[in-house]
Structures are given as C-alpha cells and as structure tokens.
C-alpha cells in the first residue's frame, strides 16, 4: 500500500495551498498530516478519522487549515490558507488501520503508513 502526497509548491506569504494524500488499495481507519522543517524534528500538524471525519489540530495552524476527506476519491486533504514563511516544510501524509481516538492522533508512532513528503516553501 501506498500514500500518495501532493499539492506542494512556492507560495507567497498570506496564500493558500491545498495538499493531497491519496492510498492506494484500501481506506485507512485515520489519516494524519506531519512536517518537518530543515533542522527541526517532524511535527503533528493535523488528523482526520476517516469513519465520523473527527479532526484534530495543532496549535500553531488551528484556524489557518482544514483537513478533510472525499468518500468518492477516497482522499484526505489538507487545506492550508494565511500560510506563513513557518509554515516552511516537507508535508507528509500518514495513515494507519485503526481509528484513533482524538487524543493519540499527533502521535506519529501511531501511524504505519507513510508517504513522501510534498515541500511547501512560503517565502516572505
């Protein structure tokens, strides 16, 4: 199985990007988006349950991006809006079969599945 990321790009200060995590094969029970920022460790950014769409955020782009899943296109996106130049990182899609209660979803161990990352460059 595989997660296929996309939707990264250059983009100014203050603009929207729109990224795409799409399994191969199968549907995951939850799905979780990380980055991770030259010389910085990876960080939770967001996580969807794919059952009831329950969402959870991380504090820094809580208000600034929507997560999101597409039944038909069995896709997750993640909708990023007002980005910031911190916002600067490689955005990896993750999955795993359980469906995670909200409290363990920024847990990376929690996740068995894992894509490339998509680099996201805001520039000031």
């Known amino acids: 199985v595989q997660l296929q990321a996309s939707g990264g790009g250059l983009v100014q200060a203050g603009g929207s990007l729109r990224l795409s995590c799409a399994p191969s094969?199968?549907?995951?029970?939850?799905y979780g988006w990380f980055r991770q920022a030259p010389g910085k460790e990876r960080e939770f950014v967001s996580a969807?349950?794919?059952?009831?769409?329950?969402?959870r955020y991380a504090s820094s782009v809580k208000g600034r991006f929507t997560i999101s899943r597409d039944r038909a296109q069995n896709t997750v996106y993640l909708q990023m809006n007002s980005l910031k130049p911190e916002d600067t990182a490689v955005y990896f899609c993750?999955?795993?079969?359980?469906?995670?209660?909200?409290?363990?979803?920024?847990?990376?161990?929690?996740?068995?599945?894992w894509g490339r990352g998509t680099l996201v460059t805001v520039s000031s």
């Open positions: 993750a999955a795993d079969s359980r469906t995670w209660i909200i409290g363990a979803m920024a847990d990376n161990n929690n996740y068995a599945v």
């Open positions: 094969g199968r549907t995951f029970g939850t």
């Open positions: 969807i349950r794919w059952s009831d769409s329950n969402t």
